[in-house]
């Protein structure tokens, strides 16, 4: 069993993803590392990897779903699933948030409602046909947090048994 040892939080804008993220490093002390659009140099193979204790707001999965709503081809060189595994071995939980009450903010943001709702719903297919790596949580859902809560500590405490 791989201990939880960094935490990728992704979603479409506006669903709640860096309040998360500090909630979450409150919690477990951990740092974070916020990427935003890449530059044309990043590369997405080496440059998500993130070290122990991190905790990413954001990550490669947004390269995915974001150069959809651009019309552009995403710039990820291998496939989804190698890199899902890169971050299981890590011992890296991928979580995807998604506000079921969500109502859109005009936040001078460089998308549109229309697009993040395609945003949306496109997490939610990337979470229906990965659910065995990522988790999908409504960050408002007390129950859901918790559960969730419950779940990286008893990772870690199983992780940490003598003898496993």
């Known amino acids: ?5 960094s935490i990728i939080v992704e ?9 998360f993220c500090r909630f979450l490093s409150g ?8 990427y ?9 193979d080496k440059d998500y990897m993130i070290d122990p204790g991190w905790i990413s707001d954001r990550n490669f999965i947004s390269e995915v779903v974001y150069s959809q709503i651009r019309g552009e081809k995403n710039r990820l060189k291998k496939d ?3 890199m899902l595994g890169r971050f299981a071995e890590r011992g890296t939980l991928v979580i995807i948030l ?18 993040i709702r395609k945003a949306k719903t496109l997490y939610e297919e990337f ?23 419950k779940y990286i500590s008893h990772e870690n405490l199983q992780a940490s048994k003598p003898g496993e």
Not at 27 to 34: A, E, F, N, R, S
Request: hydrophobic share 30%; with cysteine.
């Open 27 to 34: 919690l477990l002390g951990w740092k974070i590392v916020h």
């Open 11 to 19: 979603g479409a804008d506006q669903q709640g993803k860096s309040t």
């Open 127 to 149: 979470t229906k046909e990965y659910e065995e790596q990522v988790r999908m949580i409504d960050p408002e859902d007390y129950e859901q947090v918790m559960n969730l809560l």
């Open 1 to 5: 069993m791989t201990k939880i040892n």
């Open 36 to 44: 935003g659009l890449p530059e044309k140099w990043f590369d997405f």
């Open 98 to 115: 998604n506000r079921t009450n969500w109502s859109f903010e005009d936040r001078s943001e460089e998308f549109t409602y229309c697009q």
């Open 80 to 82: 989804i699933m190698y």
